[in-house]
């Protein structure tokens, strides 16, 4: 049997990581060159020339005379926490099939509970930013999910205490296989929250595949065609062809949930959803996935202790 490319991949290994990101001044190196590719620039005035104050680790632009630092601005702004460590997080975050928790990441990386929960979750906000606003198109499988409660419930559509979300998977080929994935929180299953979705996130053009759940064919008022196909409850619902590869994800996610948190907060459900987004999208090029968080975190704005553990986050 055929070798799966995607499976087989090199990848980084952890060697080859600590080659390249094994000291201060290499990761402090690949931040600048991440941020200012063609030399500093001051974030005020856009003036490229400067002088370096080493006692205090900024750069002073000539013109405005502005102080900026490597991180300020960023998501790794005001952070105590060595560089080393952040890109350890960022390789261990992305390098595995499946996530890490919070707990984990603390004995991995030798920090805190506190702080690798901080860690774990501005790094899951770069990658909530970086997914919103982009579109799938082509022949797209599409089925509503529930998620969370710390309390049993009845199953299914109406579940107490649980989180609604749609996974959402892009497909190609006579097999459909994916491409790409979306999973995106919803407040309820309605005609106006799936034209919502799919007026921010489906090319106009697309064919989605559904099940019978009538919200669905709201994908319509957003210019896409809709297929909808009548399924039967339970397993034979989930095995039914015309949504294999969206199902086959959505058990993938929750069971990577369950395996490594067992429970999430629901109100940081869109975080961990998008961790699993991102890394599902960007699993042919496991060799450039330290860059890439690095790069979107540098252009993504702080997100102080009180804003991850408070804030309800859109889906």
Known sequence: MAKNIIQFQKGLSLPKFLEKYGTEEQCYS????????????????????????KSRKVYQCHRCHRQTSLTSGTIFAATKVPL????????????????????????????????????????????????????????????????????????????????????????????????RMQLRTVSGFRSAEIERYAKTSLEVGSIVVSDGLACFKAVEKAGCHHIPFASEGGRKGVEHPSFKWVNTLLGNVKNAITGTFHSVSLKHLPRYLAEFEYRFNRRYRLDDMIERPAYVGLRTPPMPYRFLRMAEIGG
């Open 30 to 53: 690949a931040l600048f060159h991440l941020r200012w590719p063609d030399g500093f620039v001051c974030p005020e005035c856009g003036n490229k020339t400067y002088c370096k104050i």
């Open 84 to 179: 080393t460590k952040w890109f350890l997080a960022i390789y261990l975050l992305t390098q595995r099939k499946t996530s890490v928790s919070a707990l984990q990441l603390k004995r991995d990386i030798g920090v805190s509970y506190n702080t690798a929960w901080k860690m774990k979750h501005k790094l899951m906000q770069v990658m909530l930013e970086r997914e919103k606003g982009k579109k799938l198109s082509g022949r797209i499988e599409i089925d509503d999910a529930y998620i969370g409660g710390e309390r049993p419930g009845k199953p299914g559509r109406g579940a107490a205490h649980k989180a609604p979300f749609i996974a959402v998977a892009e497909t190609e080929g006579e097999e459909h296989r994916p491409q």
